[in-house]
């Protein structure tokens, strides 16, 4: 006869168990510390991370059991114990803290004295536990053992003669990022985790190693030494290079943000951030920051007051109302700056405003939108389809979602790229093509049959099809795919708030931006633009703007803004403003300040509502930032006209061009520990060996576009389809290029 549950009013896939004599219903296969988690009843812990595997190797989590009267021989780790019905667990009794004691001497035996020099300082978990757990004095006299440590990149900072062997960092790399970089070496004592060859990390997500050690083996590279976590204030804000929109907190002292880490939201990042949203913020304090408002002045700069910047600026904005002016803004704006801009442009009588400066292809009248899947639920899909997206580099914790997909639930992923990338999950099924067949590609019958009938399908499409020459037939093409197979079409926002801008109304009803740069104008407001890098085309964009009075507001007083702008009014970055954004599934999220503006910068909103003001524009009339919120509530509504195609070119090779990792916008290339990080490669032409034989592997190839030319250092790699070149955006180098087609010859 089986034994009765203890209480059968419970689902039949829980069971009841009594931790410390509270009674707790878990659900069967989970472990005792889920259990005491959930409860809020503390363990004590260091190898567990509910992200990650059970290890089971710290042994701090040792707990006294019993099940039918009997108690365990032995304590047993929390974290590797399957609850059972009736199991009674004691996590304080004089068996369970005895053995937990124990546990925190052997720790302690080997680690080193020198949490006074130790940036973990403050907010280590050793630390935390050997004061509830250690003795005061040590019965060990032996010496203590030295690790060697390891450069492992410009990011993470090593001290492993502090290890106490957890392997978190080891589950991390494996599980989460999928490199595989760091494992144990040796045994016994002499056990010491690092990367086999000596080479820095390569992984996107290296960061979080330093969240998930519980010691101070791991540190912050970028932060190391510069202050104590009680000196810091923590500030909630956002990442701001994609289009996720990763919570974080900005670490703050005297208005200087010393660093980033990730803020919980299971929704968006989980418990993790890209180094891209961890770094960035270096970027912030480099030496060309706009830190004065200027103004050219017999063709040199002068620093000027806000009162003689304002004036400069409403003087060419009035003197070029209407359709001789046109409207430009980063997709990162933030929404409150956007809906100003948009205000700003209505009231001047302008049509000519947009964000979607890395377009090429406006024939569809295509804006942002919202993930037709919630984020969460595409890392929970049974196949997904990549189209024209290097997502690791895009969107690298989504790229991670993908891979505990097929990890956990066997997830199918197909892959229509012109490269083939390197992702750290297998590909179920890839077609390595030009661009200009990615929507041949998506025809493919046994493509649709595998993607047919899936319980949750989503086909993702990045920035190599949203912005190559013949976006609208790939995107009618992704329409169609989706249409006809049920899955989900989630195409990538180009920008951080792409989709809050396209809502906010930052669109042309007459120009946008490809047009306005045909028919140049007379007069343009740059905002948050670096213009030697961030436009599609960017030899069009200079010449347009060269010839016209340019009114920057800009985070940098750059050589390409210096070299363009008449006016250049230093406005606040997001870690310095509040602000709100609209991440990719269409949800508004807010940052508050962190950091101090530098010198005479103001926010973008003050900055607008001043120049407003200056104008006699109505509709600028509010005193505060709430003020602003109440008036553009609602968005302006846009009726977006189909604009000009791309030109696809004729003839050489077809381009792909791919956003470089750390190259995306003007504050990750200031970053300079992200500049060094092994991901940032050169300005190069990447061929297949087919391509290259006739120029020679290894030289260096000059690129003949029809923007411009350029000479590159030439790569020869199997990866890439034939007849592609394949080109990182973001550099100098690789700016004159445009799209479309090139000539590829040897220098």
């Known amino acids: 006869m089986s034994a009765q549950p203890v209480n059968p009013n419970l689902p039949p896939d829980h069971v009841t168990i009594f931790i410390d004599g509270v009674e707790l219903a878990a659900p069967k296969g989970s472990m005792i510390i889920q259990a005491a988690d959930k409860a809020g009843i503390p363990i004590p812990r260091f190898c567990y991370h509910d992200k990650l595997a059970v290890a089971a190797n710290c042994r701090m989590c040792l707990v006294d059991t019993e099940v039918g009267g009997r108690s365990a021989p032995k304590p047993s780790p929390a974290c590797a114990t399957p609850v059972m019905d009736g199991l009674k667990v004691f996590t304080r009794n004089e068996k369970a803290l005895k053995a937990q004691r124990n546990v925190m001497e052997f720790l302690l035996i080997n680690h080193p004295l020198d949490c006074p020099v130790c940036d973990q300082g403050g907010e280590c978990e050793l630390q935390d536990l050997s004061l509830g757990y250690g003795r005061s004095v040590s019965r060990?006299?032996?010496?203590?053992?030295?690790?060697?440590?390891?450069?492992?990149?410009?990011?993470?900072?090593?001290?492993?003669?502090?290890?106490?062997?957890?392997?978190?960092?080891?589950?991390?790399?494996?599980?989460?990022?999928?490199?595989?970089?760091?494992?144990?070496?040796?045994?016994?004592?002499?056990?010491?985790?690092?990367?086999?060859?000596?080479?820095?990390?390569?992984?996107?997500?290296?960061?979080?190693?330093?969240?998930?050690c519980p010691v101070g083996a791991l540190t912050n590279k970028v932060f190391q030494f510069r202050a104590r976590p009680w000196e810091l204030m923590a500030r909630e804000s956002l990442g701001y290079h994609d289009a996720m929109g990763s919570n974080l907190f900005l670490h703050v002292r005297r208005g200087e943000v010393l660093r980033t880490v990730p803020r919980d939201n299971e929704a968006v990042n989980e418990c993790w951030l890209s180094d891209r949203d961890r770094y960035s913020h270096q970027g912030l304090y480099a030496a060309d920051r706009a830190t004065v408002p200027l103004r050219k002045v017999d063709g040199q700069w002068k620093e000027?007051?806000?009162?003689?910047?304002?004036?400069?600026?409403?003087?060419?904005?009035?003197?070029?109302?209407?359709?001789?002016?046109?409207?430009?803004?980063?997709?990162?704006?933030?929404?409150?700056?956007?809906?100003?801009?948009?205000?700003?442009?209505?009231?001047?009588?302008?049509?000519?405003?947009?964000?979607?400066?890395?377009?090429?292809d406006f024939s569809d009248a295509a804006v942002a939108e919202p993930f037709a899947m919630p984020l969460a639920e595409v890392g929970q899909a049974d196949v997904v389809v990549l189209v024209g997206t290097n997502l690791r580099h895009e969107l690298p914790l989504l790229h991670a979602r993908l891979r505990q997909a097929q990890v956990k639930r066997n997830a199918r992923i197909h892959v229509v790229n012109p490269v083939d990338f390197d992702f750290t999950f297998a590909v179920a099924g890839k077609q390595i093509v030009p661009?200009?067949?990615?929507?041949?590609?998506?025809?493919?019958?046994?493509?649709?049959?595998?993607?047919?009938?899936a319980t949750r399908a989503a086909v993702v499409v990045g920035a190599i099809a949203e912005n190559h020459p013949q976006a609208a037939a790939i995107r009618a093409a992704a329409r169609d795919f989706?249409?006809?197979?049920?899955?989900?079409?989630?195409?990538?926002?180009?920008?951080?708030?792409?989709?809050?801008?396209?809502?906010?109304?930052?669109?042309?009803?007459?120009?946008?931006?490809?047009?306005?740069?045909?028919?140049?104008?007379?007069?343009?407001?740059?905002?948050?633009?670096?213009?030697?890098?961030?436009?599609?085309?960017t030899a069009a964009a200079l010449k347009a703007l060269n010839a016209a009075q340019v009114v920057a507001?800009?985070?940098?007083?750059?050589?390409?803004?210096?070299?363009?702008?008449?006016?250049?009014?230093?406005?606040?970055?997001?870690?310095?403003?509040?602000?709100?954004?609209?991440?990719?599934?269409?949800?508004?999220?807010?940052?508050?300040?962190?950091?101090?503006?530098?010198?005479?910068?103001?926010?973008?909103?003050?900055?607008?509502?001043?120049?407003?003001?200056?104008?006699?524009?109505?509709?600028?009339?509010f005193t505060d930032l709430a003020g602003a919120r109440a008036q553009l509530e609602g968005g302006r509504k846009v009726e977006l006209k189909a604009g000009k195609a791309g030109e696809p070119g004729q003839g050489g090779l077809e381009l792909a061009l791919v956003p470089a990792i750390y190259r995306t916008d003007a504050v990750v290339r200031r970053a300079a520990a992200l500049q060094a990080h092994p991901l940032n490669v050169e300005a190069r032409i990447v061929l297949n060996p087919a391509d290259a034989a006739a120029l020679g592997e290894g030289g260096v190839a000059k690129v003949k576009g029809a923007a411009g030319t350029a000479t590159l250092p030439l790569v020869a790699d199997a990866r890439v389809a034939a007849g592609v070149a394949w080109i990182e955006g973001g550099h100098g180098a690789t700016a004159p290029l445009g799209a479309g087609r090139v000539e590829v010859v040897a220098a």
């Not at 300040?593 to 120049?611: F, H």
């Open 435 to 453: 661009p200009s067949r990615f929507a041949e590609a998506l025809g493919d019958a046994a493509l649709r049959e595998a993607v047919k009938g």
């Open 304 to 360: 000027v007051s806000w009162a003689e910047g304002l004036a400069a600026a409403a003087g060419i904005l009035g003197a070029n109302r209407g359709d001789a002016l046109g409207v430009l803004a980063h997709p990162a704006t933030s929404n409150e700056e956007g809906g100003l801009l948009a205000t700003l442009a209505a009231e001047l009588g302008t049509g000519n405003i947009d964000h979607r400066i890395n377009s090429r």
């Open 553 to 621: 507001f800009s985070h940098f007083a750059c050589e390409s803004t210096r070299a363009v702008a008449d006016v250049i009014l230093p406005i606040g970055a997001l870690p310095e403003i509040d602000a709100t954004l609209t991440n990719l599934d269409g949800i508004e999220q807010r940052a508050h300040a962190g950091g101090k503006l530098p010198g005479q910068a103001r926010e973008g909103w003050r900055v607008l509502r001043a120049l407003g003001g200056e104008l006699g524009l109505p509709g600028f009339e």
């Open 140 to 212: 060990y006299q032996e010496r203590k053992r030295v690790v060697p440590d390891e450069d492992i990149g410009p990011l993470v900072a090593t001290e492993m003669t502090r290890c106490i062997q957890c392997t978190r960092c080891i589950r991390f790399t494996g599980e989460i990022a999928g490199t595989y970089e760091l494992g144990g070496m040796y045994r016994g004592e002499n056990l010491q985790i690092g990367t086999y060859d000596g080479k820095p990390l390569t992984t996107e997500l290296s960061g979080n190693v330093i969240d998930v």
């Open 482 to 537: 989706a249409a006809a197979t049920g899955a989900a079409l989630c195409r990538i926002p180009q920008g951080a708030n792409a989709v809050g801008l396209a809502r906010a109304g930052v669109l042309p009803s007459a120009r946008d931006v490809a047009g306005m740069f045909a028919e140049p104008r007379s007069a343009y407001v740059l905002y948050g633009i670096e213009p030697g890098l961030d436009f599609a085309d």
